[in-house]
């Protein structure tokens, strides 16, 4: 597993608990999967991030308009030319999921500090590059409600088919390494003094991290990426999100639509009540009974509403009707 922000951030959790890593001898960088170097992104203090073009070999040179050093053509992490060693977090990883604790073991936790991967050369903007490599999606997701790991398309993944963590020479300069070629088995070992205080802080610090991102209105914080993310306005019906104050709210239109619908509905309601006092006349005078004020029958006048009416109105029929039948026989 690893992580950073003295272990308080794990770049991978959201995805496994562990990941296949190799050791390559022959790269410079730390390579991490895409999803896990968004997180890392997220949490350590860059000044800025993105595709590279043109390197320098000092702070002043881009600045300056002198040549570059070369061409990178590659997305890289850049943090302030004048970062120390205790100004970036640490990276803690273990070798085996079964942890026992800072003691020997292969579930002891291992640390690279970030100031490892510090390179000497620059941005256009006088930032300093971090040897940060950012590899190909660790998850192709293929549907918004499915996670679909890779195909095995590169002889590179070794044969776990998954984009790999791939530890280059800077990041193995914190550790001790050996190397056992006949049973194809390694072992690391901290560089760091474990046993000083100092050390200790600042693998704890958790300061050294990129302050959390502050949320506003209905926005809520994820963690992973510290990043807020906007409140779903639109799966609700008639609804936005107002871009001043980030919460949900009703459109303009929605009270036009809305006084327009209850005066339908009144309008409505108006002519059936119309509609069932007429029908209740033509059926009383059709049974051939007296006016509907003598026999009681208050349609209109009636406040017990328009359903307890037609009932008497229907009971009043049918008593008529079989009254009528009755007296025919």
């Known amino acids: 597993s690893l992580s950073t922000c003295g272990g308080n951030i794990p770049l991978h959790g959201h995805i496994s608990s562990s990941w296949p890593s190799i050791i390559d001898t022959g790269s410079d960088c730390l390579s991490l999967p895409y999803e896990f170097f968004t997180v890392l992104e997220a949490w350590i203090p860059t000044k800025a991030c993105g595709m590279t073009s043109y390197v320098y070999s000092s702070p002043s040179d881009g600045t300056l308009g002198k040549e570059p050093l070369g061409m ?26 079964e942890r026992v604790g800072p003691g020997p073991g292969s579930g002891s936790p291992l640390y690279i500090p970030l100031s490892s991967l510090l390179l000497d050369i620059y941005d256009v903007n006088g930032y300093r590059a971090l040897c940060l490599d950012r590899g190909d999606l660790a998850i192709e997701t293929t549907d918004p409600n499915t996670q679909v790991f890779p195909a095995r398309k590169y002889l590179t993944y070794g044969t776990s088919g998954y984009p790999q963590i791939s530890l280059g020479t800077l990041p193995l300069t914190a550790l001790y390494m050996a190397a056992d070629y006949d049973k194809q088995r390694i072992a690391f070992a901290n560089k760091a003094n474990l046993t000083d205080p100092k050390v200790l802080a600042s693998i704890a610090n958790y300061d050294t991290c990129a302050a959390r991102e502050t949320c506003v209105g209905a926005q809520t914080w994820k963690r992973r990426n510290n990043e807020c993310y906007e409140p779903k306005c639109t799966q609700y019906y008639f609804s936005d999100m107002d871009p001043d104050t980030h919460e949900c709210r009703f459109k303009p239109g929605f009270a036009i639509f809305m006084t327009v619908l209850l005066i339908f509905m009144i309008s409505v309601e108006l002519c059936i009540q119309f509609a069932l006092q007429r029908m209740g006349h033509i059926v009383i005078e059709q049974a051939g009974g007296p006016s509907p004020v003598t026999v009681g029958v208050r349609g209109v006048r009636s406040v017990r509403g328009v359903r307890h009416w037609l009932i008497d109105i229907i009971q009043f029929y049918t008593c008529a009707t079989n009254g009528g039948a009755n007296g025919g026989a």
């Open 72 to 97: 990178m053509n590659k997305y890289m992490c850049f943090v302030d030319a004048y970062t120390g060693v205790n100004d970036l977090p640490w990276l803690q990883f273990y070798l085996s999921d």
